[in-house]
């Protein structure tokens, strides 16, 4: 009976010590904030879209995954005031770009995260916009409960075709870069 006990007691030990606990968590939306900023050959325009859920994924204080939702219904412009901001804010939710009634969420989802040091990551994740979903590439940095990214997406991959010179030829001063800049802080609750 007391090697029977031993030999369970030998195994339970194995199990735990060999499970890697897992922690992680909910995103705080409140805390949580995308910035964006679009170019065109004459300027740029910048603003906010808001987190609406998600969880980051953290084993042995490594961030092995996560997802969130972007509520595509939260474009807001801080460059522009008054009319100017809300005719652009009503053009990037329309057809010309997001089609936020069509589409009012857009996702990211971590298919790897490679640790580059104690705090940075290599990160994989699928993108949707529109209902289309491309792989991309970043890096993160994780410090504590929140995570932070610069990320480029191009727009052409997603149909946002609009003075795109991707799509159209002849756009001279008027055409916008495929290319926009998100700054992504993730806070977890």
Not at 2 to 31: Q, R, W
Request: net charge negative; charged share 25%; glycine share 8%.
């Amino acid at each position: 009976m007391k090697t029977l006990l031993m030999t369970v007691f030998s195994l339970f030990a194995i199990v735990a010590f060999a499970t890697e606990p897992t922690t992680g968590g909910e995103i705080d939306i409140n805390a949580s904030i995308i910035e964006w900023l679009g170019k065109k050959v004459t300027g740029q325009h910048n603003g906010t879209v808001k987190i609406k859920s998600g969880n980051l994924e953290v084993s042995n204080g490594k961030l092995t995954g996560g997802m969130f939702e972007i509520d595509m219904t939260s474009i807001t412009v801080t460059d522009l005031t008054g009319d100017m901001k809300g005719k652009l804010e009503g053009h990037l939710a329309s057809d010309d770009f997001f089609s936020v009634a069509d589409y009012p969420v857009a996702t990211v989802k971590i298919t790897e995260a490679k640790m580059l040091d104690s705090n940075k990551y290599d990160i994989t994740a699928d993108l949707t916009i529109k209902g289309i979903t491309k792989p991309i590439n970043f890096t993160a940095t994780m410090n504590e409960n929140t995570a932070t990214a610069d990320i480029t997406v191009d727009r052409a991959k997603y149909n946002v075709r609009y003075k795109s010179g991707s799509f159209f030829e002849g756009l001279g001063d008027k055409m916008i870069y495929d290319n926009f800049d998100l700054s992504v802080k993730l806070v977890m609750k």
